[in-house]
């Protein structure tokens, strides 16, 4: 069994290599659930859409968001009758969400997750980490935000100065998944908003020690491969680089994968693991994700 912890862009594109060379049954993947809430009456579990999304082929990778080739007139209509919507749900989209709110009154996060993954024919295994609503605040030089509002009102432009989330329960199945695994993948996602709300469930840390365990690193030089993430390192004092990410992780650790161009900081990164790996880590097509994916794999 292989474990896979993840976000809704890095990661996913992992996936999507994995995918091809491990036994989709022995996949586990768990999904940050963050960002989880309530938007238009629908129930909104971006990163968790886009885990489904992607194991089954249908992720619109454009974006790491939705289905692709989707259309949107319910959106457009929303717009018309001055109700325009924060979130842009495509209408594909839509059903899955509007399912997955109907199926949550009777059955719970996971359980319903569970029901569209075989809708969708995954074998693989998909579960939230935590079936509870997490509280997010942002602080930054505008004020306090919600993570949504800082990341589509905002486009992620304020300075992050902090931020703060609440402890949630993991899900019953978190702590089995990892303990039943010979390997722990950390993808490439972002550490503070996507990793770290993992990593912070109780019991989740301490599983990771008796696992190998492995990161890839979503920081090339200085910068994320995309997104904010340097903006919630920051805030946090964590070196925006694969040194930072190798401290964060280091307790846990046994082997981090960063890029070529990342080469010259080896000792440095050694420090707070015992195997640094270099390789192409940017995934523009699939044979990247493939190979990244071997390389993780077949040691
Ligand atoms: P979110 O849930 O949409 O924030 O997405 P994630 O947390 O899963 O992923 C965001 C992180 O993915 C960013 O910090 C990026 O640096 C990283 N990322 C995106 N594409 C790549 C890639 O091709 N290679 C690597 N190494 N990291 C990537």
């Given at each position: 069994?292989?474990?896979?912890?993840?976000?809704?862009?890095?990661?996913?594109?992992?996936?999507?290599?994995?995918?091809?060379?491990?036994?989709?049954?022995?996949?586990?993947?768990i999904v940050n659930t963050l960002e989880n809430n309530y938007f238009s009456g629908v129930y909104?579990?971006?990163?968790?859409?886009?885990?489904?999304?992607?194991?089954?082929?249908?992720?619109?990778?454009?974006?790491?968001?939705?289905?692709?080739?989707?259309?949107?007139?319910?959106?457009?209509?929303?717009?018309?009758?001055?109700?325009?919507?924060?979130?842009?749900?495509?209408?594909?989209?839509?059903?899955?969400?509007?399912?997955?709110?109907?199926?949550?009154?009777?059955?719970?996060?996971?359980?319903?997750?569970?029901?569209?993954?075989?809708?969708?024919?995954?074998?693989?295994?998909?579960?939230?980490?935590?079936?509870?609503?997490?509280?997010?605040?942002?602080?930054?030089?505008?004020?306090?935000?919600?993570?949504?509002?800082?990341?589509?009102?905002?486009?992620?432009?304020?300075?992050?100065?902090?931020?703060?989330?609440?402890?949630?329960?993991?899900?019953?199945?978190?702590?089995?998944?990892?303990?039943?695994?010979?390997?722990i993948i950390i993808g490439p996602s972002n550490p503070i908003t996507s990793i770290l709300p993992?990593?912070?469930?109780?019991?989740?840390?301490?599983?990771?020690?008796?696992?190998?365990?492995?990161?890839?690193?979503?920081?090339?030089?200085?910068?994320?491969?995309?997104?904010?993430?340097?903006?919630?390192?920051?805030?946090?004092?964590?070196?925006?680089?694969?040194?930072?990410?190798?401290?964060?992780?280091?307790?846990?650790?046994?082997?981090?994968?960063?890029?070529?161009?990342?080469?010259?900081?080896?000792?440095?990164?050694?420090?707070?693991?015992?195997?640094?790996?270099?390789?192409?880590?940017?995934?523009?097509?699939?044979?990247?994700?493939?190979?990244?994916?071997?390389?993780?794999?077949?040691?």
């Open positions: 069994m292989i474990t896979v912890l993840s976000g809704g862009t890095g990661t996913p594109k992992l996936l999507q290599g994995l995918k091809e060379i491990v036994n989709p049954k022995e996949l586990t993947i909104v579990s971006a990163d968790i859409d886009t885990v489904l999304y992607t194991m089954a082929d249908i992720i619109n990778e454009d974006l790491w968001y939705g289905i692709k080739g989707d259309t949107f007139i319910t959106n457009k209509k929303l717009d018309e009758l001055g109700s325009p919507e924060l979130l842009r749900i495509g209408d594909n989209d839509r059903a899955f969400k509007i399912q997955k709110t109907q199926l949550m009154r009777e059955y719970g996060l996971a359980d319903s997750v569970d029901i569209q993954a075989k809708k969708l024919d995954i074998k693989s295994k998909i579960i939230p980490m935590s079936e509870e609503q997490s509280e997010v605040s942002i602080i930054t030089d505008i004020g306090e935000l919600n993570f949504h509002d800082f990341l589509i009102k905002y486009q992620s432009k304020p300075e992050v100065l902090d931020i703060k989330f609440s402890n949630v329960s993991p899900y019953k199945g978190v702590i089995k998944a990892i303990k039943k695994s010979e390997m993992i990593l912070s469930l109780e019991g989740v840390k301490e599983a990771l020690k008796d696992c190998y365990v492995v990161a890839v690193s979503p920081i090339i030089g200085e910068n994320p491969v995309s997104g904010p993430a340097s903006k919630f390192m920051k805030a946090l004092n964590i070196d925006v680089s694969s040194i930072g990410i190798a401290s964060l992780y280091g307790d846990f650790l046994d082997e981090i994968i960063v890029d070529n161009k990342d080469n010259k900081l080896k000792d440095q990164i050694g420090k707070y693991v015992n195997k640094v790996t270099i390789t192409n880590t940017i995934m523009n097509d699939l044979e990247d994700k493939r190979n990244l994916s071997e390389l993780i794999i077949n040691k």
